[in-house]
C-alpha cells in the first residue's frame, strides 16, 4: 500500500513537469519580485567589511544577503599591480572593478591609505603625506566612491585586551580591560599633549575639507577605540560626542562628518539616540557602524547585537527618521561555532546574524510606520 502511494506521488509529480510538448519542463528561475511601496532595507546602504582579501565564502554571502555594498581598504598589490601607489586612480580603480566583477559595488574606503603617523603626529613629511591623501581623494571621486572612514589613532589604532573572551553560549568576543595594560612605556614617538593631537588635527582638515567638498567626497571620522585618555603617551582626543561637535567646526562643511560607531560612543556613555539625532539632523553622519557593548571604556566587551546596553531598535528608528540613507555596517560580531577566530570581529556566520537582525528591526520600523 505505502509503495503503491509512493509510485502514485512520483508519477503525478514526473507528469505535471512535463511540457505541452510532451517533454520535461525546466525548472523556473527564482523570481525576483518587487515589494510594493517597500524600498530594500528602508533605503539604508547594507555593507559588509572586506578586510582580508576578496574571501569567496563572504563574498558568496553577501550575494545570498543581498548585501551588495563592501566597504575595505585599497590594496591593489593583491591584485597584482605593484607598480603604482595605493592612493593612484590605477589602484583605485583595479580595487573597484575586482568588486565589480564579483557583483559587488565598492562603497566606502575604511582605512585610507596616505594618512600615518607623520600627520597625526606633526612630523616631518606630513605635507607631502597630505598632498598624497588630496590626490587619494581626487582619485577617488574620479572613480565614482564618495566615502572615506579614517581615524585620528597614530601608533596604536583599534586596541583590545582580550581577542576570546566567551560570550552567550561559548561565543568569542573580544574585551578591554585598561587594568590589563602592563606595558605603560612611551612608545618610540614619545609623549605628546591633546593640544598637540587637536592642533595637527585642525591642520589636516584645514588643508583636505575643501579638496573633499570640491570633490564631492564625505570625509567620516571614526572615533578613537577604546575612547580612553591616552595609550603609552599617545592621546586620545575623539573620545565624546562633544570632540566631534567641536571637530565638525573646525572647518564647517558637507564633506566634514563623521562615522558614528555606535559601540564607541556607548562605552563613552553616550545616549545612542540623541548622538544620532545630533549629528544626523546636521547631516553629519557619513557611515554607521552598528554594534554594541556591555560595560564603559575602561572596561566593556562587545557583544551579540541584541545582547547590549543600547536599545537597538530606537537606534535604528532614529536613524530612519532623521532621513539617514548611507553606508551602513555591522561591526565587530561575536565569532560562533564553525568559524575561525584568525580575524576576531569578522566571523562570517556572526555577520549573517547581525544583518538578519539589522533586517528586522528596518522591515519592522519601515512599515509599523505605514500602518
Not at 71 to 94: E, F, Q
Not at 263 to 276: H, K, N, Q, R, Y
Not at 283 to 300: A, E, L, M, Y
Not at 325 to 339: I, Q, S
Request: net charge positive.
Amino acid at each position: 500500500m505505502k509503495n503503491t502511494r509512493r509510485r502514485f506521488i512520483k508519477q503525478s509529480a514526473s507528469l505535471a513537469a512535463l511540457s505541452v510538448t510532451g517533454q520535461p519542463a525546466e525548472v523556473p528561475a527564482p523570481l525576483d519580485i518587487a515589494r510594493d511601496s517597500y524600498s530594500k532595507d528602508g533605503g539604508i546602504q547594507f555593507c559588509l567589511a572586506h578586510f582580508y582579501g576578496m574571501d569567496k565564502r563572504r563574498i558568496e554571502l553577501s550575494k545570498q544577503l543581498q548585501v551588495m555594498n563592501a566597504v575595505g581598504g585599497i590594496n591593489a598589490r593583491a591584485l597584482g599591480i605593484t607598480d603604482v601607489n595605493p592612493w593612484d586612480y590605477k589602484a583605485i580603480m583595479a580595487v573597484k572593478e575586482a568588486w565589480a566583477k564579483e557583483g559587488l559595488t565598492f562603497r566606502v574606503v575604511e582605512g585610507p591609505p596616505a594618512l600615518n603617523e607623520k600627520t597625526k603626529l606633526g612630523l616631518d613629511g606630513r605635507d607631502q603625506e597630505i598632498e598624497n591623501f588630496i590626490s587619494f581623494i581626487g582619485n577617488l571621486a574620479k572613480a565614482g566612491i564618495d566615502t572615506i572612514c579614517y581615524n585620528w589613532m597614530p601608533v596604536i589604532s583599534w586596541a583590545r585586551t582580550s581577542m576570546d573572551r566567551p560570550s552567550r553560549g561559548g561565543a568569542l568576543v573580544s574585551a578591554f580591560d585598561i587594568d590589563s595594560i602592563k606595558d605603560n612605556t612611551l612608545t618610540s614617538y614619545g609623549e605628546f599633549t591633546k593640544e598637540t593631537m587637536w592642533k595637527n588635527l585642525t591642520y589636516f582638515l584645514k588643508a583636505v575639507v575643501p579638496a573633499a567638498e570640491k570633490h564631492g567626497v564625505k570625509l567620516a571620522l571614526h572615533p578613537d577605540d577604546p575612547p580612553v585618555d591616552a595609550i603609552r603617551g599617545i592621546p586620545r582626543i575623539m573620545t565624546s560626542a562633544d570632540a566631534f561637535k567641536r571637530m565638525i567646526e573646525i572647518v564647517p562643511s558637507p564633506s566634514n562628518g563623521i562615522t558614528l560607531c555606535q559601540g564607541t560612543f556607548a562605552t563613552m556613555g553616550e545616549d545612542i539616540p540623541s548622538v544620532i539625532k545630533y549629528f544626523g539632523k546636521r547631516n553629519k553622519i557619513h557611515f554607521v557602524h552598528f554594534r554594541d557593548v556591555r560595560g564603559d571604556r575602561n572596561h566593556f566587551e562587545e557583544t551579540f547585537h541584541d545582547d547590549g546596553k543600547t536599545d537597538m531598535y530606537e537606534a535604528m528608528k532614529t536613524y530612519y527618521e532623521i532621513g539617514f540613507r548611507g553606508p551602513m555596517r555591522p561591526d565587530h560580531v561575536p565569532t560562533m561555532a564553525g568559524d575561525s577566530n584568525e580575524h576576531p570581529g569578522y566571523s562570517n556566520i556572526g555577520a549573517l546574524f547581525a544583518i538578519g537582525y539589522m533586517r528586522g528591526l528596518i522591515e519592522a520600523i519601515v512599515k509599523g510606520r505605514r500602518s
